[in-house]
């Protein structure tokens, strides 16, 4: 008898000669494929299952395509500047160097128990040197290009983590990492004009393999409107306001204005009736944030006292101030249409403004109106000359039309807005700019890249607005590298998006000291042909990944616009009850032990088996013993078998080509739960017959060992030997391929029903016609079959059917 399946020494083995002897070679004549985790930042508490889902996913994607004949680029390397590392350096007393060198240790440790197949001598680390000088790189070459300008604007606050946030990092009016509630900060911030590219992030969505979701949250954020500028005279004054609406078809309706009360207009626009609410209402707003504003459901406001006339139809519209209009978003002044937005129609509401409809079904107007009518189609009534027209057709033809008039203009309006790129921390890559009293901002010159992070023993953030590194004179006082006289270093850093902006783009060319990468291996191994990650970076990481590579595509450093050909999303791993897990939860599985009890394959494919791999799955501990009995069996099934030279029969052959088509189909669809549940599948059936006929041939074996080879590579390698192989499964051994007309059946069973009422079963030959399959029936029933026959029906392959009187 074959000895048991011991997974620690077969694993063990396994890699040490893999470590001897690589099995993924750049032998130049295979086709490249580049197979992209999103690399990690190295937390403190190391990797946990929920993590290992997307590794494994990646890792079996990357050797079914080696086992394709693929030279397949597959490299890992660590997120390791920015506030997470920075905010665990702090809670620990230690210096983020040091914690985040310790921390990257650990993880590359717990990714190597994976067994993946990753290029270590590809590794990045986005705090070297070597490194970030691109990430400063970059920075220059878009502040030469004016998409780099300093900015003072009030911005996104975190009082816990003490910098600017962007705007995609503020989440329900909360810090993204540390979950503290944001506030606005008035500071000069370094921004990146993503906006110049936003047309372009928006329509290059449509040729790419994402997932709807994501390219639907990516095109939410960026916002495309159509609609017009229209301005709005103040009466008895000179001054106009303009707005930027969407629904200019509903002009006629707009029965009073609504300004941000940062509206350069607002403190004017009082009189002397209404002017000490109005600046009580200002200061009121100013210590609000804007998700708070936004996200209050009771409306506030403050009439200023002013009007403005109606451009359209003469009338006068009261001017308010209102705290859910934001100065950065559009014009920072809107026209209210209550009869047809329901914001406006709750405002109105509460304060008695004039609601008129403009828009009717089947052109009757609504008597009493207890909410907004909100449906785009409708007949245009109490408009004017637009009385009767579609509201649709109109909708497209206003702006066009109001321009005409002469009180407006067509306008393409966006939600996305200019990147906030500074950060007020220490451990970030330092920004390449040179204030100079007299030349203004000056980009470091190339060839002094890069701008090194000084050693310092006080990095804390100071809460002042400034970064630490201001208090570092000799850090920060420099020469100006155009007029030669004393100046200063910019001290705020860049965000933790900076280097995972254009990571992927590294690992191809990593030691290229003189280059960011060489064209001629950007044109060989880039981009990306599949990239998997979580969900949660849909907007922040993957939309400033695309601007990075579009500038790069700009420049000429790739021929390529869009980082990512492929996009895949792993679901989560969470604790009991759908929590997160997460340390302070205590509910954190980490895989050390379960690797040491059930072995590494064994883990790998209860990851795959847990789930569909794109939803959320709660952990088991309890379900990888099933999946350990698994590969046990499929152990004993193959040891038992590989010396008997058994030869073929037409059952295992129809089996193995069935076992083929449906593991790479399952595969190829990345539905990789059914690939292990139909590994489990076969393998009884393979045993079962085993047992039936005395064994099983070895072509068979060799085919389901290839199959299971990406999911339980050391089980399979074992088993590969001892099949008689003195190579790896995964060298010079393709993936199997399968028949159709192997595949089917000679004979199948059908029910036969007499009047909706199964009364038997048959075997029939799988060709069978009609007539033949009720023979079949007559047959089988024999005193049962009816004689008073309404009809006979025969469903292919599926159910004779009796309808009888």
């Not at 500047?81 to 993880?107: C, D, Q, W």
């Not at 009016?173 to 921004?191: A, N, Y």
């Not at 100006?480 to 965000?495: Q, S």
């Amino acid at each position: 008898m074959a000895a048991a399946y011991n997974h620690k020494v077969v694993e063990k083995k396994w890699r040490g000669n893999w470590e001897a002897h690589p099995i993924n070679v750049n032998d130049g004549k295979k086709p490249k494929y580049y197979c992209l985790d999103m690399f990690p930042y190295p937390s403190g508490s190391g990797l946990h299952v929920g993590h290992w889902r997307g590794y494994v996913i990646s890792d079996v994607w990357s050797r079914y395509k080696m086992m394709h004949g693929y030279y397949v680029i597959h490299p890992m390397g660590w997120d390791a500047f920015g506030l997470p590392a920075e905010n665990y350096a702090i809670k620990n007393g230690v210096h983020p160097r040091i914690s985040t060198a310790s921390n990257i240790a650990n993880i590359k440790r717990q990714i190597q128990d994976i067994s993946a197949v990753y290029d270590w001598d590809m590794e990045v680390n986005t705090t070297d040197p070597e490194f970030y000088k691109w990430t400063q790189w970059i920075f220059v070459k878009m502040f030469k290009a004016g998409l780099a300008y300093e900015k003072e604007m009030p911005i996104n606050w975190c009082p816990s983590c003490k910098t600017g946030l962007a705007n995609e990092e503020v989440v329900n009016g909360c810090c993204e990492r540390c979950h503290s509630v944001v506030t606005k900060k008035d500071l000069k911030q370094w921004m990146l004009k993503i906006t110049a590219y936003a047309d372009r992030l928006l329509d290059d969505l449509d040729k790419l393999d994402w997932p709807e979701k994501v390219k639907k949250m990516q095109g939410d954020w960026i916002g495309r409107s159509y609609g017009a500028e229209v301005d709005f005279k103040v009466d008895g004054k000179d001054e106009s306001i303009t707005v930027y609406t969407t629904r200019p078809d509903t002009l006629h309706g707009a029965t009073f204005m609504v300004l941000a009360p940062e509206h350069k207009l607002a403190k004017s626009l009082a009189t002397d009736e209404t002017r000490k609410d109005v600046e009580d209402y200002i200061f009121k707003a100013s210590t609000r944030s804007n998700i708070d504003r936004m996200q209050d459901k009771e409306k506030t406001g403050v009439f200023t006292g002013s009007y403005a006339i109606n451009p359209l139809n003469g009338k006068k519209v009261p001017i308010w101030l209102s705290d859910y209009v934001l100065a950065d978003y559009g014009t920072g002044a809107i026209m209210c249409v209550p009869a047809h937005d329901d914001r406006d129609f709750e405002f109105a509401k509460k304060f008695n403004l004039p609601i008129i409809q403009v828009i009717a079904k089947d052109g009757k107007e609504i008597e009493n109106m207890t909410e907004a009518y909100t449906e785009a189609a409708g007949t245009m009534i109490n408009s004017g000359d637009w009385n009767g027209m579609e509201s649709s057709v109109l909708k497209k033809e206003a702006p066009e039309m109001i321009e005409k008039m002469g009180f407006g203009k067509k306008k393409v309006n966006y939600k996305l807005r200019d990147w906030v790129f500074s950060r007020q921390r220490y451990w970030g890559e330092p920004i390449p700019i040179i204030h100079c009293p007299d030349c203004g901002c000056v980009p470091v010159p190339e060839d002094q890249l890069p701008v090194l992070l000084p050693e310092v023993e006080k990095y804390e953030p100071t809460g002042t607005g400034e970064s630490p590194l201001a208090a570092i004179d000799e850090w920060v006082n420099t020469t100006c590298p155009c007029c030669g006289k004393p100046a200063k270093r910019e001290t705020n850093t860049m965000p933790q998006w900076a280097g995972s902006s254009w990571y992927f783009l590294r690992y191809v060319d990593n030691k290229n000291k003189d280059e960011l990468v060489s064209r001629e291996k950007a044109d060989k191994y880039l981009p990306v042909d599949m990239y998997i990650g979580g969900v949660e970076h849909a907007v922040l990481h993957l939309l400033y990944s695309r601007f990075y590579t579009k500038f790069l595509h700009d420049i000429g450093v790739v021929d390529f616009d869009e980082p990512f050909t492929k996009l895949f999303n792993q679901g989560m791993i969470t604790g009991k009850n759908g929590i997160k897990m997460s340390k302070s939860m205590g509910n954190v599985v980490s895989p050390d032990d379960l690797i040491e009890d059930y072995g590494c394959d064994a883990l790998r494919m209860y990851e795959l088996f847990v789930g569909p791999p794109e939803m959320d799955a709660e952990w088991d501990d309890r379900g990888i013993d099933g999946v350990r009995r698994f590969l046990g069996r499929f152990w004993n099934l193959v040891t038992e078998n590989a010396d008997k030279n058994f030869a073929e029969t037409a059952e295992t052959v129809k089996i193995r080509h069935k076992l083929v088509y449906d593991i790479t189909t399952r595969l190829e669809n990345f539905n990789l739960n059914t690939v292990v549940s139909g590994f489990m599948e076969y393998t009884n059936k393979l045993i079962d017959l085993s047992k039936k006929q005395g064994g099983i041939d070895k072509t068979t074996l060799e085919t389901a060992v290839t199959l299971l080879a990406p999911f339980a590579p050391h089980l399979a390698e074992e088993l590969w030997e001892q099949l008689g192989h003195n190579t790896s499964v995964f060298v010079g051994n393709p993936w199997p391929s399968y028949d159709e007309e192997a595949m089917k059946e000679d004979e199948i069973e059908i029910a036969v029903q007499i009047n909706g009422k199964v009364k038997g079963k048959i075997t029939i030959p799988a060709d069978a016609d009609k007539d033949a399959a009720i023979a079949a029936a007559k047959a089988a029933l024999e005193d049962k079959y009816p004689e008073n026959i309404v009809k006979e029906i025969y469903v292919p392959g599926r159910i004779v059917n009796i309808v009888a009187k």
